[in-house]
């Protein structure tokens, strides 16, 4: 690990202690009623400090995923054992009129064939929201990251931002062992215009530095601008309008600018089912607009695409301790994963629940196909994921938890790919641990 990775983790470290647990193992962190597990999160305090981690023994058919530059990417692929600490923690802080969290998490493993530790992963997230007057309410929230899984963005998880959200670590999707830092900043000002109509706008802006740059992948940066007008119409339904622009530097070493203009409608559904829980559906669609800027000429890039974009997702408890979920999105994604912007087609769907008491299942599904806006008919890709997981809850802070998770990707053409990742991968795992998530702090 080099210097600066340390320096990092360090100070990932010290705002807290150990994790909430693994971002992107399988399994939820939502208290469901009557779960035993994670029971204590439940209680109405304003103020939490949730210390907690997973040690798994994990068995994978493709170690170059975790261990990068080890194996040589074009050999035959090498499976074998491991163990995985993910470690972190959760502070929030809740008022009336304003909430702040702080969040952080890391991924690390242990390779007995080589006797090394390796580190994955670390992230770290804090931000805060308020009511700065009556009906005007604004929220920050900044990340940073180190050598999170980008390719695991391609799978849609919703748009909305919360304080102390995080880049998910996701280590189950890493590709390779190239060392990156990557910095996310939101900020959102909400209005009320009326009883009814509201309006937001929110920027977005992202820097990742890789360590040691290529021709291919250079340090890049991403910005992004939202507007939204909503209006609602009854109780449960709203119609909304959204503006959407998105530009950045991702494809031959950052000299190419791409941007998205986009235009949507649609819709907020959001009715009670029972005293605790609530249907959520929302629908956007519309058309957008691209343009690259300074691509060789030798590309034959259009000067402008217009394709058709949307957003959609929905949750639905179904039951008292049982929630269907599914996210869709289509549009432009600079992915720092990818040596090229590509617009994509991505959904997720998957349920969680409760078989009894102590014991707690989710399955969850992942599609995403695209193709380079700069290359289209040469460049393009197919992926797909899915995992379940069982949790037995040993008391309400303890588990035993037992996952599978299946992970594909093919690359169409060498120039999506990043450097140091095959082309294509196909990955089976399986994870076997002990899971805690313990309340340090209540008050």
Not at 101 to 121: E, F, M, N, Q, T
Request: charged share 15%.
């Amino acid at each position: 690990m080099s210097r600066r990775s340390i320096s990092f983790v360090t100070g990932v470290l010290l705002l807290g202690a150990c994790l909430p647990a693994a971002a992107q193992t399988t399994g939820s962190d939502r208290p469901f009623h009557g779960a035993l597990f994670g029971s204590y999160r439940t209680k109405n305090t304003p103020q939490t400090l949730d210390v907690s981690g997973m040690l798994l023994e994990a068995y994978d058919d493709n170690l170059f995923a975790t261990l990068g530059g080890s194996v040589d990417p074009t050999s035959r692929q090498s499976s074998g054992y491991y163990t995985m600490l993910l470690p972190g923690v959760d502070y929030r802080l809740t008022n009336r009129r304003y909430q702040v969290a702080v969040a952080g998490a890391s991924a690390l493993g242990y390779y007995p064939d080589i006797h090394k530790v390796r580190s994955i992963s670390h992230n770290v997230g804090a931000g805060f929201s308020a009511e700065a007057g009556p009906r005007t309410t604004v929220l920050l929230n900044q990340t940073a990251a180190y050598s999170p899984s980008y390719l695991y963005g391609l799978f849609p998880t919703g748009s909305d931002v919360s304080p102390g959200d995080t880049v998910p670590d996701s280590p189950n999707y890493a590709v390779n062992d190239i060392e990156s830092y990557s910095y996310d900043t939101t900020a959102t000002l909400s209005y009320k215009l009326t009883r009814r109509a509201s309006a937001s706008l929110a920027g977005k802006y992202r820097y990742t530095d890789f360590t040691h740059e290529t021709i291919l992948q250079q340090d890049q940066t991403s910005e992004g601008l939202d507007g939204e007008f909503s209006y609602q119409r009854t109780r449960n339904f709203a119609i909304r309008a959204l503006y959407h622009h998105l530009t950045g530097n991702v494809a031959y070493g950052g000299a190419v600018d791409t941007n998205e203009n986009g235009l949507e409608a649609g819709m907020l559904y959001s009715r009670p089912l029972s005293a605790t829980r609530r249907l959520t559906f929302s629908l956007e669609l519309g058309v957008s607009a691209i343009r690259s800027h300074d691509a060789p000429v030798e590309l034959h890039v259009p000067d402008r695409m217009t394709r058709g974009s949307g957003e959609a997702s929905l949750d639905y408890p179904f039951a008292t301790s049982w929630t269907a979920h599914a996210d869709f999105r289509r549009g432009l994604e600079f992915v720092p994963g990818l040596a090229q912007p590509v617009y994509a087609n991505g959904l997720t769907a998957g349920f969680d629940g409760l078989l009894k008491r102590r014991l707690q299942v989710g399955v969850v599904g992942g599609f995403s196909q695209g193709r380079s806006v700069l290359t289209p008919t040469a460049s393009q890709y197919d992926t797909y994921t899915g995992s379940t997981y069982l949790q037995y809850a040993v008391t309400n802070s303890t588990a035993i938890h037992v996952e599978y998770f299946y992970y594909f990707y093919d690359f169409l053409g060498d120039v999506l790919v990043v450097s140091g990742a095959p082309q294509r991968m196909e990955r089976n795992g399986v994870r076997v641990g002990l899971r805690l998530l313990v309340p340090a702090f209540r008050g």
